[in-house]
């Protein structure tokens, strides 16, 4: 039971933020699912991936047969990291989270999608199914940096340095991150 003050706090907000997108179809993660030094939920990508093109996936798999996961999130953490804001040119504007979302991850001989925009009609039941297989994840209280540890204050509760609020994840690539404040905090 909640009393009048406690609707001051963050965590009110935080709680009523994640129930409605859960409503919505979002699944809650866990800050432990988010690996900081990729900036990603990897279980999400590679899931999509291996379950909507296992065809693709046994293609890359082939050209990479030891460690497959592995190789698969370094080349899309390498092409996510060569975002230009400047880019004009066609191959640039495959770069970043954007990019990758937008136009997908080649590497060697497969083709990969990261995810599938809502088709105009459902006259492919292939591309439906791939679309209600987009994972939308909201996680709270992600902690963003490799080199952060958990501190523990004088009051025994855990420091909220270098932690944000609220990150929603499109198929484990970070879209939207959420600080959240209150009139009085």
């Not at 080349?75 to 230009?84: F, I, T, Y």
């Not at 540890?149 to 004088?154: E, L």
Request: charged fraction near 25%; proline fraction near 4%; aromatic fraction near 10%.
């Amino acid at each position: 039971m909640t009393n009048a003050h406690d609707i001051t706090y963050e965590s009110v907000f935080q709680a009523d933020i994640i129930d409605q997108m859960q409503a919505h179809g979002w699944q809650l993660g866990h800050a432990s699912g988010y690996q900081t030094a990729t900036a990603l939920y990897e279980q999400d990508v590679l899931d999509f991936v291996q379950t909507t093109q296992p065809d693709e996936w046994d293609k890359f798999c082939r050209v990479f047969p030891i460690d497959s996961e592995r190789h698969f999130i370094e080349a899309l953490v390498k092409q996510l990291n060569k975002a230009d804001i400047n880019a004009t040119d066609r191959a640039s504007r495959t770069y970043g989270t954007l990019g990758v979302l937008r136009h997908g991850l080649k590497i060697r001989n497969a083709r990969f999608s990261l995810c599938q925009f809502k088709p105009e009609h459902d006259l492919n039941p292939d591309i439906i199914a791939r679309y209600e297989s987009n994972k939308c994840r909201i996680v709270p209280e992600v902690v963003y940096s490799p080199h952060t540890k958990a501190a523990v204050g004088s009051d025994g509760k855990t420091a909220k340095r270098n932690r944000i609020d609220i990150v929603l994840f499109i198929n484990g690539l970070p879209v939207v991150t959420m600080e959240l404040k209150s009139e009085f905090k």
